[in-house]
C-alpha cells in the first residue's frame, strides 16, 4: 500500500519567516494531495490540496508544490503569523474517496513571535 | 462549527469493559470514517462507511466495531480486545460525489484512556 514520509517532525522559525514541510510518497498511482492543519486541542481542517495535474496551487501566504516524477510534495508558508502554531498534516489518495488517503505523521510548527 | 459531532469528549475504559464513542453529522454526507490519532503518528483510518448498513476495515480495524443505522451516526465501539485502546478518535464525514468529494470534516475528537 501507499506509504507517506513527512518531515520534519517539528519546526520553529521567527514570526515573519517562511516555513517548508516535505512529503514523500510511494504509489506512482497517487493523485490527490491534501494537507490538514490541526490546532491545539482543535479539530483537522483543510487547508490546501492539489492534484496530480498540477505542478502548484497557491492561497495566500500558502503554496504546496508537487513533484511527481520525484514523488514529493511540500506546503510553503511565507509570512509566518503566530496562528499558523498548528500540527500539519500531509495525506496522498490513489483514487477516489477519502477513505483512501493516506496520511504522513504529522509536523508540529511552532511560530516565535 | 458545527455539522459533525462527538461525545463524549474524555472517556475512561476499564479492564475487559467494551466503550461507544458517538459520531454524528447534520452535513447530509454520504461517507463516514473513524481515525486513531497517537502521537507522532498521524491519522490511521479504523473504519469507514460509505453507505448505510455497510462499511468497510481499515489499516488498524482489529479489536474495534462500528455499525450505521443511519446515515447521520456512525458509533465506535472500542472493545477489551484492543489491548492498546489510549488515543485520541477523529470521526470524519465526506461527500462520495461532487468536486470537493475528498475533503473531510472531522469532528472534535474523544480522547479516550484506560483505568
Known amino acids: 500500500g501507499e506509504n507517506v514520509e513527512q518531515h520534519p517532525s517539528t519546526l520553529s522559525v521567527q514570526e515573519g519567516d517562511s516555513a517548508v514541510i516535505k512529503c514523500t510518497y510511494s504509489?506512482?498511482?497517487?493523485?490527490?494531495f491534501p494537507w490538514y492543519k490541526q490546532e491545539l486541542g482543535k479539530r483537522p481542517q483543510l487547508i490546501i490540496d492539489?492534484?496530480?495535474?498540477?505542478g502548484e496551487k497557491k492561497d495566500q501566504r500558502i503554496a504546496v508544490t508537487l513533484n511527481k516524477t520525484a514523488k514529493h510534495f511540500s506546503l510553503h508558508i511565507t509570512e509566518t503569523q503566530p496562528e499558523d502554531s498548528a500540527v500539519y498534516f500531509c495525506a496522498a489518495s490513489t483514487g477516489a474517496g477519502s477513505y483512501q488517503l493516506t496520511f504522513g505523521k504529522g509536523t508540529k510548527l511552532s511560530v516565535i513571535p | 462549527d458545527g455539522g459533525i459531532t462527538q461525545s463524549p469528549k474524555y472517556l475512561f475504559r476499564k479492564e475487559g469493559q467494551n466503550v461507544t464513542l458517538s459520531c454524528e453529522q447534520n452535513l447530509n454526507h454520504d461517507a463516514m470514517y473513524w481515525y486513531r490519532q497517537d502521537p507522532g503518528q498521524g491519522l490511521r483510518l479504523i473504519y469507514y462507511?460509505?453507505?448505510?448498513?455497510?462499511?468497510q476495515k481499515g489499516d488498524i480495524a482489529e479489536g474495534y466495531s462500528v455499525s450505521r443505522e443511519k446515515k447521520e451516526s456512525f458509533p465506535l465501539t472500542v472493545t477489551s480486545a484492543q489491548k492498546n485502546p489510549t488515543a485520541f478518535y477523529l470521526c470524519?464525514?465526506?461527500?462520495?460525489?461532487?468536486?470537493?468529494?475528498?475533503?473531510?470534516?472531522f469532528g472534535s475528537g474523544t480522547q479516550l484512556s484506560v483505568l
Open positions: 462507511s460509505q453507505i448505510v448498513n455497510d462499511f
Open positions: 470524519a464525514s465526506s461527500l462520495l460525489t461532487g468536486a470537493t468529494n475528498e475533503k473531510l470534516f
Open positions: 492539489i492534484r496530480s495535474n498540477v
Open positions: 504509489d506512482s498511482a497517487s493523485n490527490y
